[in-house]
């Protein structure tokens, strides 16, 4: 696509100018002719749409771009008589779909004798505008939940005085008196439900103390056992050196007792239920990926998971609203999770959930690490040195920001990589390849074909395939779950780049 290209609108004299300057323009850019039809694709343009340049010439460009309900734009009749900008999304190959922000520029005269197209990926730009409305909402939310719970405090001091001094002048043995008591109990569970608005609302006094998760399991873990119950299997995986952290320890028990109730909820009785520990290093393309807000840094990490039933995708987002609830109105007031979400928030943290239905949950809390105390120091232990290489990796993953972001990470280290949506598209990916890999890096539950089932198809061929699975759920949870087997290992999300390019490495010097 050099100067010799030249591009002809109805007879109009060749724009071999036009194509050289846009030819190396960072931007997706296509010439088209004044029926819309794709004459000329930059570099850019040919990434972008993920089409070979010879598979975009001749076809019109209308047709690729969708409303949400599927209709098309009709962004050339618009553009006849001036530019125009909408924002549209653009079918891809294999199904997937892109959303775009395009630019059409009509060329020649008037009438238009072609038109220039400029086209951005916008799925970045969704993503945070969807981040925003959501971090807005709870904001929102906080602030009507604060509010309700100052006035209603007041409401119920009221109540309880007067409950109080009416008890006391009340003959013990009467029916008021008994009236009485009931309506002093209402108070008590009333405020205890102001108590979680306050702290959902993070307008909680706050006694903070510099310990580690640790402390908080072990001093909560006899009440945890009693509530999982007998029949659900209660493991604890906790970091031998954990990074301090500065929190409140009762507030961070109530959120430890919270989640476990929801977890035994969850599996009616019966399952697995784990609390883990972790020392964490994130980093911009994890927050990125994951939609949470947090500077690059160290963070102690505690994981709750259970073997339960899942939450469905359309609940994940109101979860951590208040009063939002899907168990009966006897078995829960829907304030649980949005007095954790409070909590944390107000250590200045971040709550994160992964689940899968029918398979279980996790959910993960990220605490800043704090300066220990000085009778207590503890040292950072030394990264393990960064390594690339040449070899072929084949990255499976259903999430493309994931997906992105292994990619681009592995490649930037001299890798080959391979990319797939899911083990299905993997398998095509490889028939098309024809060679073979050197280590496949997968997420171990997709649609169509978990990660462990690949795997094991993978190795019909190439028995000694090394596998670095890649999973939301703590370790120990999935590796007891029989997912992690001989000659494979398990990346725990969130990860640092260093941490995957350290697993991936070792892996692959071991296959040797």
Same mark, same amino acid.
């Given at each position: 696509?050099?100067?010799?290209?030249?591009?002809?609108?109805?007879?109009?004299?060749?724009?071999?100018?036009?194509?050289? &300057?846009?030819?190396?323009?960072?931007? @997706?850019?296509?010439?088209?002719?004044?029926?819309?039809?794709?004459?000329?694709?930059?570099? &850019?343009?040919?990434?972008?749409?993920?089409?070979? =340049? &010879?598979?975009?010439?001749?076809?019109?460009?209308?047709?690729?771009?969708?409303?949400?309900?599927?209709?098309?734009?009709?962004?050339?009749?618009?553009?006849?008589?001036?530019?125009?900008?909408?924002?549209?999304? /653009?079918?891809?190959?294999?199904?997937?779909?892109?959303?775009?922000?395009?630019?059409?520029?009509?060329?020649?005269?008037?009438?238009?004798?072609?038109?220039?197209?400029?086209?951005?990926? &916008?799925?970045?730009?969704?993503?945070?505008?969807?981040?925003?409305?959501?971090?807005?909402?709870?904001?929102?939310?906080?602030?009507?939940?604060?509010?309700?719970?100052?006035?209603?405090?007041?409401?119920?001091?009221?109540?309880?005085?007067?409950?109080?001094?009416?008890?006391?002048?009340?003959?013990?043995?009467?029916? /008021? @008196?008994?009236?009485?008591?009931?309506?002093?109990?209402?108070?008590?569970?009333?405020?205890?439900?102001?108590?979680?608005?306050?702290?959902? =609302?993070?307008?909680?006094?706050?006694? +903070?103390?510099?310990?580690?998760?640790?402390?908080?399991?072990?001093?909560?873990?006899?009440?945890?056992?009693?509530? +999982?119950?007998?029949?659900?299997?209660?493991?604890?995986?906790?970091?031998?050196?954990?990074? @301090?952290?500065?929190?409140?320890?009762?507030?961070?028990?109530? %959120?430890?007792?919270?989640?476990? /109730?929801?977890?035994? $909820? *969850?599996?009616?009785?019966?399952?697995?239920?784990?609390?883990?520990?972790?020392?964490?290093?994130? $980093?911009?393309?994890?927050?990125?990926?994951?939609?949470?807000?947090?500077?690059?840094?160290?963070?102690?990490?505690?994981? %709750?998971?259970?073997?339960?039933?899942?939450?469905?995708?359309?609940?994940?987002?109101?979860?951590?609203?208040?009063?939002?609830?899907?168990?009966?109105?006897?078995?829960?007031?829907?304030?649980?999770?949005?007095?954790?979400?409070?909590?944390?928030?107000?250590?200045?943290?971040?709550?994160?959930?992964?689940?899968?239905?029918?398979?279980?949950?996790?959910?993960?809390?990220?605490?800043?690490?704090?300066?220990?105390?000085?009778?207590?120091?503890?040292?950072?232990?030394?990264?393990?040195?960064?390594?690339?290489?040449?070899?072929?990796?084949?990255?499976?993953?259903?999430? *493309?920001?994931?997906?992105?972001?292994?990619?681009?990470?592995?490649?930037?280290?001299?890798?080959?990589?391979?990319?797939?949506?899911?083990?299905?598209?993997?398998?095509?990916?490889?028939?098309?390849?024809?060679?073979?890999?050197?280590?496949?890096?997968?997420?171990?539950?997709?649609?169509?074909?978990?990660?462990?089932?690949?795997?094991?198809?993978?190795?019909?061929?190439?028995?000694?395939?090394?596998?670095?699975?890649?999973?939301?759920?703590?370790?120990?949870?999935?590796?007891?779950?029989?997912?992690?087997?001989?000659?494979?290992?398990?990346?725990?999300?969130?990860?640092?780049?260093?941490?995957?390019?350290?697993?991936?490495?070792?892996?692959? $010097?071991?296959?040797?």
């Amino acid at each position: 696509m050099g100067s010799s290209m030249a591009v002809n609108f109805a007879g109009a004299p060749p724009r071999i100018e036009l194509t050289d &300057a846009i030819a190396g323009s960072a931007d @997706a850019m296509l010439l088209l002719d004044r029926h819309g039809v794709i004459q000329f694709a930059n570099p &850019a343009a040919v990434t972008l749409l993920r089409r070979d =340049s &010879a598979a975009l010439l001749g076809v019109a460009l209308e047709p690729m771009l969708q409303h949400e309900a599927g209709a098309s734009h009709g962004v050339i009749d618009a553009s006849r008589s001036g530019g125009s900008r909408v924002h549209a999304t /653009v079918a891809l190959p294999g199904g997937e779909t892109l959303p775009i922000e395009l630019s059409l520029s009509p060329l020649g005269g008037d009438p238009p004798t072609g038109y220039l197209a400029v086209c951005r990926d &916008a799925s970045e730009r969704e993503r945070l505008e969807a981040q925003l409305r959501q971090a807005q909402k709870m904001e929102a939310i906080g602030r009507l939940a604060g509010g309700i719970a100052h006035d209603l405090n007041n409401v119920l001091t009221v109540v309880r005085s007067f409950g109080e001094l009416a008890l006391e002048e009340s003959p013990p043995e009467s029916d /008021v @008196a008994e009236y009485l008591t009931q309506v002093l109990k209402a108070a008590s569970r009333s405020e205890r439900l102001t108590r979680e608005l306050l702290a959902f =609302s993070r307008r909680q006094a706050v006694a +903070a103390k510099v310990l580690s998760w640790n402390d908080v399991v072990r001093d909560t873990e006899v009440m945890m056992r009693r509530l +999982a119950g007998e029949a659900i299997e209660f493991h604890l995986d906790l970091e031998p050196a954990p990074w @301090a952290v500065r929190l409140d320890p009762t507030h961070f028990g109530q %959120v430890l007792l919270n989640l476990v /109730v929801n977890a035994r $909820d *969850a599996m009616e009785q019966r399952g697995s239920l784990s609390i883990a520990t972790a020392n964490v290093e994130l $980093d911009a393309a994890y927050a990125a990926a994951h939609g949470v807000e947090l500077p690059t840094g160290d963070y102690a990490m505690l994981s %709750v998971t259970d073997t339960g039933c899942g939450i469905p995708v359309e609940l994940r987002a109101r979860i951590f609203e208040p009063f939002f609830t899907t168990k009966d109105r006897d078995r829960g007031t829907g304030l649980g999770l949005s007095t954790c979400y409070g909590i944390v928030k107000q250590a200045g943290g971040v709550i994160w959930v992964y689940s899968e239905v029918g398979i279980g949950t996790t959910f993960k809390i990220y605490l800043p690490r704090a300066q220990a105390p000085a009778s207590e120091p503890r040292a950072r232990p030394a990264p393990a040195a960064r390594r690339g290489g040449h070899e072929t990796l084949l990255v499976v993953e259903d999430d *493309a920001m994931v997906r992105r972001v292994v990619a681009d990470t592995l490649t930037r280290q001299g890798y080959r990589v391979l990319t797939a949506q899911h083990g299905m598209e993997a398998l095509d990916t490889l028939a098309r390849h024809g060679d073979g890999i050197d280590l496949l890096v997968s997420d171990v539950v997709m649609p169509k074909m978990s990660g462990p089932e690949l795997a094991e198809q993978l190795r019909r061929r190439w028995p000694e395939l090394r596998v670095l699975f890649m999973s939301g759920y703590s370790e120990h949870a999935v590796v007891r779950d029989g997912a992690v087997g001989e000659h494979e290992s398990l990346l725990e999300k969130p990860f640092s780049r260093d941490r995957l390019l350290d697993r991936v490495r070792s892996l692959l $010097d071991a296959q040797r």
